[in-house]
């Protein structure tokens, strides 16, 4: 006979009980030891919350789909959007076995970034200003700051420190838009590159710019009426400060700054998504506050999503669902056993159209899978879902930065507003218009600086 250790409903009970603690992540052992130590997750978690066949007691287990048929059985482990979804929508979500290994939840780079930190004991704080920092006070060097978050505020710095976990990103994307009867409002594409300019993997400062955090430009280059628009912020290191945004807009020929701290606004027509929303962390993160963990438990999300390349060659996924069968990415969720509830407010935006924030985090990397933005009614208002995972899917891979370890990168984006049920199904595509591709390289920071992130490169990007 088998004589379980732990009742079902221990690690669950666990959870609710750190959370009121203000403790860290893990249940049988502080996840922050197994992350040290590079071993398995499994060692810090009960069955039931490693297993969804375990925790649905055999109704739901790996290679199902969640549909409206059973989507009850596993709706506690849902957030409330993605639950309408499938229960009215026809959406319908394929589950995967939880992931073990933490290697395969960050770029090689950031993961060995923070493992250094790790075995020189250097770590992160806050300064008097609310800024992350070494224990002696100097500015961050690279990796998670908090490996073990047990604050709202360590949860998203964690998240706002380095969005894509790498000194240099640049994604050809594709968003399509659906109104709400199913049909394609508009289609744009765009390329979104970062420079890290400090937290970097390498431990550098890029151009002694030490004052600055990173660089980011965003390139339309579809459709024609768009093409040649591109904005470029500039995000200071003291998280209290507005970035500076300045702009390119072919019509004007020229380049003009606009005010920063209007962050609630579509930069092109028809899209339900704001700069905002990027990462669950789109503004300095001092200008939001009062960050709470709500909750932590387990829950379904793409935490280590399907790779759209094992479909298309361009990378993008199969679709289903909605009135016309489009509405939705073919994707993969799977039980995470700790995830963060984190709730925020625009408190430095007296107008904001925005009341709070709902980021759903999953504790093994401190990453999101998805945000429900609230409007000033407290009413959901925008589902912005997003899937991570490495770049591999039988035997096609991309390599990452070192030209060896697999890529790893946010799959895909689908930013749902739930009051007009129109969608942004966002696409991280191998190319789009105009020959841009996905860049997963070192060593180019230079050339990539003088290519997107000057006044005059903007200028240079609207004329092509």
Known sequence: MHIRKYDFNYGRRQLMKNAAMGAGAGVLMPLSKLFAAEQSIAKAYPDELMSIEMYTKGKIKPGDFITAQNVEVVKDLLDPIVYDQIKTMNRKIKIRATETDL???????????????????????????????????????????F???????????????????????????????????????????LVWAELQVQGRCDGKVFRDMDDLVRLQTVLFTATQDVAGSSFLSTWYYDQRKFPDLYGYLPQFRRVRQFPTNQRFEPLIPGVTWFLSDAWAAGDPMRTWGEYKI?????????????????????WVHNVHGGPKGETFFDVEYELAPEVVIVESKPTGYPRSPVGRR????????????????????????????????????????????????????????????????????IAHQKECTGGYQSVFRQGEDEKMYSRFFTQQALQRLGQV
């Open 294 to 314: 709500l909750d932590r438990k387990p829950m379904l999300g793409a935490f280590n999503s399907n790779w759209g390349g094992a479909d298309s060659d361009n």
């Open 358 to 425: 709902l980021a759903y985090c999953d504790v093994r990397n401190s990453l999101f899978c998805g945000s429900i933005r609230f409007d000033r009614q407290d009413k959901p208002w925008v589902n912005f879902e997003a899937g991570f995972g490495q770049y591999k899917a039988g035997d096609k891979e991309v390599k990452g930065p070192d030209g060896k370890h697999t890529a790893w990168s946010w799959t895909y984006v689908m930013s749902f507003d739930a009051q007009t049920r129109r969608m942004s199904r």
């Open 147 to 189: 490996p073990d978050p047990k604050t709202g505020d360590e949860v998203q710095a964690n998240m706002a420190m380095s969005w894509g976990r790498g000194d240099y990103n640049q994604y050809a994307v594709n968003d399509t838009v659906f109104n709400p009867d199913g049909s394609k409002g508009y289609s744009y594409d």
């Open 103 to 145: 290697t395969k939840m960050f770029p090689h780079e950031y993961y060995e970034a923070t493992m250094r930190n790790l075995r020189d004991g250097v770590s992160g704080k806050f300064n008097a200003d609310g800024n992350v920092v070494t224990q002696d006070g100097k500015n961050w060097v690279g990796g998670m700051p």
